[in-house]
């Protein structure tokens, strides 16, 4: 079968990350989680000491990092200089720092280039907020998830107290909130629905519910 290129795109909290991984798993195809691309930038930004307005010194730090995915036991690992981050890289300072350093064009220049050599020759599920409009805009298969704030704020408030982290429920909402604000209004490379995505409410959907109906699809493109 056609090997494809699956775009995945939405806000925070609608699933993206577990759908992504539960489909390339299924389907033999590697995941690339780019939104934890972008996390590991803030995360080496934010331990160099490196403003987010700083957008030269930005520049030069993508440079230099090195950033890997390793399939764990149980689930991918996010690796940063050889240092497995993936706890680190999900806390709520980081994930509000990754809006403004995922705003500077220079770093999104850098990491849509590594995103492209990666999936250039198909069989990828890829999953960010620009996958299906900027990184592969000729992808075979392009998915746009959304829910409600409110849903999305609660889900990673789940998430967050089931690891231990001291976590509110309005204010995780808030955040969620916000998010949404930076990424929708940057000028480069902001949150928007393809044109020829299909569209996914997961509001009121499960994991499993949403994965049937993106098998589905997947499954008349692989056969075309």
């Given at each position: 079968?056609?090997?494809?290129?699956?775009?995945?795109?939405?806000?925070?909290?609608?699933?993206?990350?577990?759908?992504?991984k539960?489909?390339?798993?299924?389907?033999?195809?590697?995941n690339?989680?780019?939104?934890?691309?972008?996390?590991?930038?803030?995360?080496?930004?934010?331990?160099?000491?490196?403003?987010?307005?700083?957008?030269?010194?930005?520049?030069?730090?993508?440079?230099?990092?090195?950033?890997?995915?390793?399939?764990g036991?149980?689930?991918?690992?996010?690796?940063?200089?050889?240092?497995?981050?993936?706890?680190?890289?999900?806390?709520?300072?980081?994930?509000?720092?990754?809006?403004?350093?995922?705003?500077?064009?220079?770093?999104?220049r850098?990491?849509?280039?590594?995103?492209?050599?990666?999936g250039?020759?198909?069989?990828?599920?890829?999953?960010?907020?620009?996958?299906?409009?900027?990184?592969?805009?000729?992808?075979?298969?392009?998915?746009?998830?959304?829910?409600s704030?409110?849903?999305?704020?609660?889900?990673?408030?789940?998430?967050?107290?089931?690891?231990?982290?001291?976590?509110?429920?309005?204010?995780?909402?808030?955040?969620?909130?916000?998010?949404?604000?930076?990424?929708?209004?940057?000028?480069?490379?902001?949150?928007?629905?393809?044109?020829d995505?299909?569209?996914?409410?997961?509001?009121?959907?499960?994991?499993?519910?949403?994965?049937?109906?993106?098998?589905?699809?997947?499954?008349k493109?692989?056969?075309?």
């Open positions: 079968m056609k090997k494809l290129i699956v775009a995945i795109d939405g806000p925070s909290g609608v699933g993206k990350s577990t759908l992504s539960l489909l390339s798993l299924d389907l033999g195809y590697i690339l989680d780019t939104g934890a691309m972008y996390r590991a930038v803030a995360l080496a930004s934010l331990r160099q000491g490196i403003d987010a307005k700083d957008h030269a010194a930005l520049k030069q730090l993508c440079e230099k990092i090195v950033i890997e995915f390793v399939r036991e149980k689930e991918e690992r996010v690796l940063l200089d050889g240092e497995d981050v993936s706890a680190q890289i999900r806390t709520p300072e980081i994930s509000l720092l990754t809006a403004s350093v995922a705003a500077c064009p220079d770093v999104r850098a990491m849509v280039e590594r995103q492209r050599v990666l250039a020759d198909g069989g990828v599920v890829l999953e960010g907020r620009d996958i299906g409009t900027v990184v592969f805009p000729n992808a075979d298969v392009k998915f746009f998830l959304k829910a704030s409110e849903v999305r704020g609660q889900r990673r408030f789940l998430e967050l107290q089931a690891k231990g982290v001291d976590v509110d429920l309005a204010r995780t909402i808030s955040e969620v909130q916000a998010r949404d604000i930076a990424d929708t209004s940057r000028t480069n490379s902001p949150l928007r629905q393809a044109d995505a299909i569209v996914i409410d997961t509001t009121d959907l499960n994991i499993t519910q949403v994965l049937e109906r993106m098998f589905k699809v997947i499954a493109f692989r056969q075309s």
